[in-house]
């Protein structure tokens, strides 16, 4: 995941299309994002799911206050779990850094899913004192390229409604 922020700047320059801001959640927005036209949306209960039109990418974005990160991160897991992703911990890379100017914290894996190979990652970024956005990302390695621009116009375009 953060192979795909680091590209960030040069990846805003890209021509996908995009649909505007989603509003998370939409009933009273806490954050919001841009995702592609041709991208899939669902909201939840806590933010969104969203899917590249290709399938090779998922990527929820969910809000919790800073007390409540630690639970987020737990339940993106166990959904994870679910889907019949699993991890290799041995892999495990934890970086901390900046996104759009704030603090970001990232826990990357190799792993697999029930097609093969996966690329899994969890984040926290902090938005503010009140909010965090928990991000989880799964992707299929060879097929998620494709949609790098993609992924690192939506997670820079991760802001506070507030």
């Known amino acids: 995941m953060k192979k795909l922020l680091v590209a960030t700047a040069a990846l805003l320059l890209s021509t996908v299309a995009y649909a505007g801001e989603v509003q998370i959640p939409s009933n009273r927005p806490i954050i919001s994002a841009s995702v592609p036209d041709d991208w899939s949306t669902n909201e939840t209960g806590t933010g969104i799911e969203i899917n590249s039109a290709d399938n090779s990418v998922y990527l929820a974005i969910d809000v ?28 495990q890379k934890y970086t901390e850094d900046k996104l759009n100017g704030k603090d970001i ?58």
């Open 64 to 91: 919790a206050s800073p007390k409540k990160t630690g639970d987020m991160i737990d339940e993106a897991a166990k959904f994870l779990d679910k889907q019949g992703v699993t991890i290799d911990e041995k892999t």
């Open 105 to 162: 914290i990232y826990i990357e894996w190799a792993g697999k899913d029930k097609d093969g190979p996966a690329s899994v990652g969890l984040a926290a970024l902090v938005l503010n004192e009140k909010t965090v956005a928990v991000l989880t990302y799964w992707g299929t390695p060879g097929q998620e390229e494709k949609n790098s621009a993609a992924v690192g116009k939506i997670l820079a375009s991760i802001k506070s409604a507030e």
